[in-house]
């Protein structure tokens, strides 16, 4: 097991998350498969060990000792067990993330795409003055921000297409604007880096990009925030 994706994946995990894990594969929803059970019993037998995922106990005849006491040694077995355990301890990595505090206005903004299906005015005002004030609230102005800005106005112009067309320029206006200065940060963000490493390693910039440099040089958008 020692080299197997499953322990490499075990890796990611920080000891909280290796202790609620624990939780997540005790669920009916997550671990809901037939072998349920045994993967239970293998998670228990790592973590008897853990923090040492190099252990002799997790050498493969060792794991299915302890998960299958008395049962002959058949590789493809604890194969399986392995195999959808990982199934789901991606899935238990994956929700981490998405529900991590700097996911928070992404989540936001997925709740106001599904308001916006219902077709309810009410509703979907109270969802995006949400994620409007969280914007507002970040003080430092910051690539980060200028994107939120951009995807807010998209998801007001991509309300407003769906129930006003024609009355107005459904917040293309806005949404383009925030779009450009938002695109033009993070390009300048780039070419700052490539002309840092360009003068480390002596890199020869395409004509293109010197041009754009030029043209990026000159003093002519002011940032402010969104």
Same mark, same amino acid.
Request: no cysteine; proline share 3%; aromatic share 12%.
């Given at each position: 097991?020692?080299?197997?994706?499953?322990?490499?994946?075990?890796?990611?995990?920080?000891?909280?998350?290796?202790?609620?894990?624990?939780?997540?594969?005790? $669920?009916?929803?997550?671990?809901?498969?037939?072998?349920? &059970?045994?993967?239970?019993?293998? #998670?228990?037998?790592?973590?008897?060990? +853990?923090?040492?995922?190099?252990?002799?106990?997790?050498?493969?005849?060792?794991?299915?000792?302890?998960?299958?006491?008395?049962?002959? #040694?058949?590789?493809?077995?604890?194969?399986?067990?392995?195999?959808?355990?990982?199934?789901?301890?991606?899935?238990?990595?994956?929700? $981490?993330?998405?529900?991590?505090?700097?996911?928070?206005? +992404?989540?936001?903004?997925?709740?106001?795409?599904?308001?916006? @299906?219902?077709?309810?005015?009410?509703?979907?005002?109270?969802?995006?003055?949400?994620?409007?004030?969280?914007?507002?609230?970040?003080?430092?102005? $910051?690539?980060?921000?200028?994107?939120? &800005? +951009?995807?807010?106005?998209?998801?007001?112009?991509?309300?407003?297409?769906?129930?006003?067309?024609?009355?107005?320029?459904?917040?293309?206006?806005? @949404?383009?604007?925030?779009?450009?200065?938002?695109?033009?940060?993070?390009?300048? +963000?780039?070419?700052?880096?490539?002309? #840092?490493?360009?003068?480390?390693?002596?890199?020869?910039?395409?004509? @293109?990009?010197?041009?754009?440099?030029?043209?990026? $040089? @000159?003093?002519?958008?002011? #940032?402010?925030?969104?």
């Amino acid at each position: 097991m020692h080299k197997s994706t499953l322990l490499f994946h075990f890796k990611i995990l920080n000891e909280s998350q290796f202790e609620d894990f624990r939780n997540f594969l005790s $669920s009916d929803y997550f671990n809901a498969g037939p072998l349920r &059970g045994d993967v239970i019993a293998l #998670f228990d037998h790592i973590l008897s060990v +853990y923090p040492d995922l190099n252990h002799d106990a997790l050498h493969r005849e060792n794991a299915h000792a302890a998960i299958f006491p008395g049962k002959e #040694f058949l590789k493809g077995r604890l194969d399986k067990v392995m195999h959808e355990m990982n199934k789901i301890l991606k899935e238990y990595i994956l929700l $981490s993330k998405y529900r991590s505090e700097e996911n928070e206005f +992404y989540r936001d903004m997925e709740w106001v795409k599904l308001i916006r @299906t219902t077709g309810d005015p009410v509703k979907y005002q109270l969802a995006i003055d949400k994620v409007k004030t969280r914007l507002e609230e970040l003080e430092h102005l $910051s690539i980060e921000k200028l994107r939120i &800005g +951009y995807l807010i106005e998209n998801e007001i112009h991509e309300w407003e297409s769906e129930n006003y067309s024609g009355k107005d320029d459904a917040n293309l206006v806005k @949404t383009i604007e925030h779009f450009s200065t938002y695109q033009t940060a993070q390009e300048l +963000y780039y070419i700052n880096n490539l002309l #840092f490493a360009s003068k480390a390693s002596q890199i020869d910039l395409p004509e @293109t990009l010197k041009n754009r440099v030029a043209e990026l $040089s @000159t003093p002519q958008k002011k #940032f402010n925030n969104p």
